[in-house]
């Protein structure tokens, strides 16, 4: 690994509208740029990852999030361009404002997607929340 000496935390939120939709933004910039993924970014000293989360959604999109649920751990490890994050990934249903670019130097979007027709370029971590909606999604079937 070059520059990196252990694993950077990070955060981020699947954030569901009432229609089953996900909301993502697309990268602008490495690592994964041009790849759409989940509004979230780094925990700063001090900060829970939850309080980290709503920070990042308030500063990426513009929304105050309420009662966020966690949904997943998402460890991503790159020896080759030298990154290692371990990022909890929360589940939002429940918000204040209107999802709007705030950042647009780094991302495209805001967009919402039906999960059946995700764009094909996810980030990692999207890929490890839709995979946990999907599973939570049959689980509740079978109840």
């Given at each position: 690994m070059t520059g990196q000496t252990g694993p950077r935390v990070g955060c981020g939120a699947a954030i569901?509208?009432?229609r089953g939709?996900?909301?993502l933004l697309r990268r602008l910039r490495q690592p994964q740029a041009g790849c759409w993924g989940l509004p979230g970014g780094k925990?700063?000293?001090f900060e829970t990852t939850c309080?980290?989360?709503a920070r990042e959604i308030e500063e990426e999109v513009g929304l105050s999030v309420k009662a966020p649920e966690f949904l997943c751990l998402v460890e991503e490890r790159d020896t080759?361009?030298?990154y290692f994050w371990v990022s909890p990934v929360y589940l939002v249903t429940s918000w204040r404002?209107?999802?709007?670019?705030m950042e647009p130097d780094r991302h495209e979007?805001?967009?919402w997607f039906a999960l059946d027709a995700l764009p094909e370029e996810l980030t990692t971590p999207t890929r490890h929340a839709v995979e946990e909606l999907a599973r939570?999604?049959?689980l509740n079937c079978k109840k």
């Open positions: 569901m509208d009432g939709r996900i909301l925990v700063e000293a309080q980290a989360m080759t361009a030298g404002g209107t999802p709007r670019l979007g805001p967009r939570r999604a049959t």
